[in-house]
């Protein structure tokens, strides 16, 4: 069964650095992975999604990483901001599951101070 | 408006009474999803629908039951709610298609508490 795991479960930096977050995932069968953004009371903003085939995605500051064979990926975010602070889900959609069953990490939660 | 509106978005009920969350889409998208988030777990999924006549169980499905009764709107139940059933509770969608990247697309939640 796919396991995803993200190290730290939280995080607090200072405005202007830039942000590491990490995803590992047991099974490197796979469709694709989603890297999400949740707020306090909000729902799951999708932020980047990398296929399979891939081995990056950008938007804005915003840069993914997959690395499948080491089971890896990261989510780079360019220079802080206090707005950035959130809680961010990687998920994973295994071949061995049916197409759009995602697995989910726990979070790792973000905390950027002015 | 959000393209995936979830009701209610918090509930709080008693041990034993019946509950449903609804969920209704206007991206147009054939497949839904209920999901289940705890504190330190992540989210789970509980039941999906690849179209209105199929729908499956996901990975903690007992104690709930849903119905998709339109393409665009998909619906869950707790026939007898308990406590360990408080939970933020999320419905997504997704489409299957030459152009489908995967993606799945959230609700805001509904947070519902189990007394």
């Known amino acids: 069964k796919q396991e995803v795991t993200q190290i730290p479960a939280a995080l607090s930096v200072p405005e202007g650095e830039n942000l590491v977050l990490n995803c590992s995932f047991t099974?490197?069968?796979?469709?694709?992975l989603q890297w999400f953004r949740q707020d306090p009371g909000k729902g799951l903003t999708s932020l980047l999604l990398?296929?399979?085939?891939?081995r990056e995605q950008t938007s804005g500051r915003l840069n993914a990483s997959l690395d499948k064979s080491s089971g890896r990926s990261t989510l780079y975010i360019a220079a802080s901001q206090p707005g950035d602070s959130a809680t961010y889900l990687c998920?994973?959609?295994?071949?061995?599951?049916?197409?759009?069953?995602?697995?989910f990490g726990a979070g790792t939660q973000v905390v950027v101070t002015p | 408006d959000a393209d995936v509106t979830q009701t209610p978005r918090n509930r709080i009920t008693k041990t034993g009474k019946r509950i449903m969350l609804e969920c209704s889409q206007t991206?147009?998208?054939?497949?839904m999803y209920w999901y289940r988030q705890d504190p330190g777990l992540g989210l789970r999924l509980i039941y999906y629908?690849?179209?209105?006549?199929?729908?499956n169980k996901g990975e903690i499905s007992d104690g709930y039951s849903v119905s998709r009764q339109a393409q665009a709107k998909f619906s869950l139940s707790l026939e007898s709610a308990i406590p360990n059933q408080t939970a933020l509770y999320f419905c997504?969608?997704?489409?299957?298609?030459?152009?489908?990247?995967?993606?799945?697309?959230f609700g805001e939640g509904s947070r519902l508490t189990v007394l």
């Open positions: 990398i296929q399979s085939s891939q």
């Open positions: 629908s690849f179209d209105v006549k199929d729908i």
């Open positions: 998920a994973v959609n295994s071949t061995t599951d049916s197409w759009g069953k995602l697995q």
């Open positions: 991206k147009g998208h054939d497949r």
């Open positions: 997504a969608t997704s489409f299957q298609g030459p152009m489908s990247t995967g993606e799945l697309f």
């Open positions: 099974d490197s069968a796979i469709y694709n």
